[in-house]
């Protein structure tokens, strides 16, 4: 991998269960709701058979995880990726509840994934995986019951084929069947950037609590995804320094602030950010540790980790990837008085640009986009007070805060409804 390292000191899941634990004994939650909810409803596994291009037959494996229903429906993305395994997918759904509660909107968490390598699919075998593994999961997904959506290597065109799939085995069209589509087919303005937006949006709030101008902070964005490049895009439009982004290839790195739009260029011909003529390149293992005041990991998880924690030179962790820092390097960043904006806060924009979706499918009546913007910074900005007030309030970091305020607000909705016998 010409990108990053990364380190399992605990899995995905074993990171969302440990905080969990903390979370769960901060609160005193009763052992029975504990071991309800640190485990999911519901976890599929399908084999999908997929006839290639030339001729043969290969199977890929692939899951959905439904985490909880007790707040509404599941909503969650698919992701696309040669390492998916189920304890990913388990701890991302899970993960899914809390990011949702914590925004305060009315679903449960879910997860799934296909473990296949879109870069060696054509676009003809990416359309039947996608078409086939919607078919296994049809009984389990729809507008009532989970709402997939897009995620690592997952895009428009992904859920419009899941959406036709989805509408072509109930016999008409059901645009609320996924979200982050593309708008001609019932997407919502302002999906596409709301992930990095709402990054964007926690920064703000962020350098506002420390008194710190957006003309000086120095930003470093890893992953020019959906996530990393809308969130750069943004940032550098508002008047942030971006001096350094990385994608899978590698990174590059500009103390001046780099041309955002330039590299939008740059990428959009030649599918990455390296050998970009306005900065210098930088190698993938040293460039979370690059001098800055904000650092955005936005490419995958695990990246954070014991080893480099204390190496960070960020002042303020915005993480716009799910899981990018392992329990461990909490720990460090905590000690060295790192302000994390944790990700099931700071990437939380994207689920709730997907419930406008669905809320404006579900009416059949379209916002504009500045409506879609303005309704998402006031939960983004609502979301961030809480989860800051709430870890000042109960004297523990933001993190373990998120934790606790979602895990209170899904325990105190299955109390409401009982356990169904
Ligand atoms: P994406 O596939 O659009 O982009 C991922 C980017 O990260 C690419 O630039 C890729 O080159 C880079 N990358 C991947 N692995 C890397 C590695 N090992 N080293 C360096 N760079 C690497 O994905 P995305 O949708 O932007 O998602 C990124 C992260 O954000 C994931 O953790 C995802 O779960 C999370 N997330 C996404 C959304 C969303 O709306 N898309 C919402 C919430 C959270």
Known sequence: MGGIETERELSVYESMAARFDVAAR??????????????????IIVHIPVEMDDGS????????????????????????????????????????????AIVNIPFG???????????????GELERITRRYTAEILDYIG??????APDMNTDEQIMAWMMDTYSMHVRHTVTASVTGKPIDLGGSRGRREATGRGCMICCDQALKRF?????????????????GSQAARLMHRAGYKITG???????????RGLDIPSLLDHVSESKSVTDFPGGEPVDGA?????????????????????????????RILVEGANSPTTPPADDILFDRGVFVIPDILANAGGVTVSYFEWVQDRQGYYWSESDV?????????????????????????????????????????????????
């Not at 968490?109 to 676009?123: I, T």
């Not at 710190?212 to 964005?221: F, N």
């Not at 800051?388 to 899904?410: F, P, Q, S, T, W």
Request: hydrophobic share 40%.
């Open 286 to 314: 040293e460039f979370l540790e690059l001098d800055c005041d904000v650092l955005i990991p936005a490419a995958t998880e695990s990246v954070i980790h014991s080893r480099n924690a204390s190496r960070i030179k960020a």
């Open 26 to 43: 901060k609160l005193h939650l009763d052992e029975g709701l504990t071991r309800y909810l640190r485990c999911p409803n519901r976890e």
């Open 245 to 255: 982004v990385s994608d899978i290839h590698g990174g590059v790195f500009n103390a």
């Open 143 to 148: 507008p009532e019951r989970d709402v997939p």
């Open 57 to 100: 037959v290969e199977v890929f494996d692939g899951y959905r995880v439904q985490h909880s229903i007790a707040r509404g429906p599941c909503k969650g993305g698919v992701r696309y990726s040669p390492n998916v395994t189920l304890d990913e997918i388990r701890g991302l759904a899970a993960e899914m509840t809390w990011k949702c």
């Open 373 to 421: 913007n303005e309704k998402l910074r006031t939960i983004q900005v609502a979301a961030f007070n809480d989860v800051v007030r709430y870890g000042e309030k109960h004297a523990v970091n933001n993190r373990i805060a998120g934790y606790m305020l979602a895990i209170d607000r899904v325990a105190f909705a299955l109390k409401l409804r009982g356990i169904y016998a």
């Open 211 to 227: 008194g710190k101008p957006v003309e000086s902070t120095r930003v470093i964005v890893q992953g020019f995804g959906n996530v």
């Open 109 to 123: 968490g879910a997860k799934g994934g296909v473990a296949c390598d879109p870069e060696k699919l054509s676009r």
